[in-house]
């Protein structure tokens, strides 16, 4: 059984920085590539980020571009996200996923986190 557990999030404000973590088990890490989903009150999930099982093609979304980095470490089964420069557009649910293909990651994973919860305000 997949399961993946999103740590990290929190209240901060405009400017500011957060990590977020995912613990992964029930697969195996390494074969897998992993990314990060959020959802905004009233939205759809979107894709954030996403990272291949090497951790060597990063892929994100325009709106955080520049401001957000995944990564990996595959000895602790666990993938990151350092947010930097935090906006209130930020706010949401972020969510850890987990592909069987690079491909499903960014468009349709195959598993989810039961996400963590960002707030960027003043």
């Known amino acids: 059984q997949v399961q993946l557990v999103e740590s990290g999030g929190g209240l901060v404000q405009p400017g500011e920085s957060l990590r977020l973590s995912c613990a992964a088990s029930?697969?195996?890490?390494?074969?897998?590539?992993m990314g990060w989903f959020r959802q905004a009150p009233g939205k759809d999930r979107e894709f954030v980020a996403a990272?291949?099982?090497?951790?060597?093609?990063?892929k994100y979304a325009d709106s955080v571009k520049g401001r957000f980095t995944i990564s990996r470490d595959n000895a602790k089964n666990t993938v990151y996200l350092q947010l930097n420069s935090l906006k209130p557009g930020d706010t949401a649910v972020y969510y850890c996923?987990?592909?069987?293909?690079?491909?499903?990651?960014?468009?349709?994973?195959?598993?989810w986190g039961q996400g963590t919860q960002v707030t960027v305000s003043s």
């Open positions: 029930g697969l195996t890490f390494s074969s897998n590539p």
């Open positions: 990272i291949s099982q090497s951790g060597v093609v990063p």
């Open positions: 996923t987990a592909g069987t293909s690079y491909y499903k990651v960014v468009n349709n994973p195959d598993y």
